[in-house]
């Protein structure tokens, strides 16, 4: 009774383990970038859904050359980069969707211009699309905006040009609505730039005075450095300014209570 018992727990916690991995495959980590509308079309590669959140691909983009090649199943190169225009061909330099083969030389088809990205969404899935068209305007591009909020790099893919048309997925975490449109929220600070323009200063000053008393004034060792008294006597002097600022405060607030308390004792 006891074995047929424990044979009864052993399977049902191995159909049990079955139908959690199955429930896990079932469920993908990437969704369809939005089912809202873009209300506004910010730039070629950021808008402003209906639900007021933000699509901004502006991470993705490259310079000078294009974000992405894919070789595809009809042995064409496509290239794209979203934001940024490049050159596809000699007579197209605002590329964002290129068509590359290699025969004897190498030749480009525009198939999407920087200038002509639209935001759409396709109302059969509620997917959410870029499409460019190229500066002929005789092709055209689709770019699916797939979200995958767990990819660490982004990517594209593609069956490759149905004649004059062409439709691919980019797969990424910047393909999902956000709260922000990155505006703000990404480059660099002003306080950022200061402070690589005073490393980059302080590790030339360094490099220079180093390179300069090895060679001109025949020192070896700490005696390198610049200015070696200097640098040897700044903890002790950034010591002393902490110690000083310190007490500063401290008299000051010990001048405070006492001014408090007078007023305190006067008014009983």
Do not use: H
Not at 83 to 89: A, E, G, N, V
Not at 120 to 137: A, E, K, V
Request: some cysteine; glycine content about 8%.
């Amino acid at each position: 009774m006891n074995l047929l018992y424990f044979n009864l727990r052993l399977l049902a916690t191995q159909l049990m383990a079955v139908l959690i991995t199955a429930t896990s495959k079932a469920s993908p980590p990437t969704v369809s970038a939005a089912a809202a509308v873009c209300a506004e079309q910010l730039s070629s590669c950021s808008c402003r859904l209906t639900d007021g959140q933000f699509i901004d691909l502006s991470p993705l983009q490259s310079t000078p050359g294009p974000a992405f090649n894919y070789k595809a199943a009809d042995g064409y190169t496509y290239q794209f980069n979203p934001c940024l225009p490049f050159q596809c061909s000699s007579g197209q330099t605002d590329g964002a969707v290129c068509q590359e083969m290699l025969r004897i030389i190498y030749t480009y088809t525009d198939f999407g211009a920087q200038k002509s990205a639209k935001f759409g969404i396709d109302p059969t899935n509620s997917q959410l699309y870029l499409r460019y068209l190229s500066g002929d305007s005789t092709r055209t591009t689709t770019v699916n905006l797939v979200c995958d909020k767990n990819s660490a790099e982004s990517s594209v893919s593609t069956q490759g040009a149905s004649g004059n048309q062409l439709t691919m997925d980019l797969r990424s975490r910047y393909a999902c609505p956000t709260a922000t449109d990155g505006s703000n929220g990404g480059g660099m600070s002003g306080g950022d730039v200061l402070l690589i323009i005073f490393f980059c200063l302080v590790t030339v000053y360094l490099l220079a005075g180093i390179l300069f008393n090895r060679y001109s004034r025949q020192r070896s060792g700490l005696q390198m450095v610049p200015n070696l008294e200097f640098w040897m006597s700044l903890p002790g002097l950034a010591a002393d300014g902490a110690v000083f600022t310190f007490l500063e405060l401290k008299r000051l607030l010990a001048g405070r209570c006492r001014r408090g308390g007078g007023e305190s004792y006067d008014s009983i």
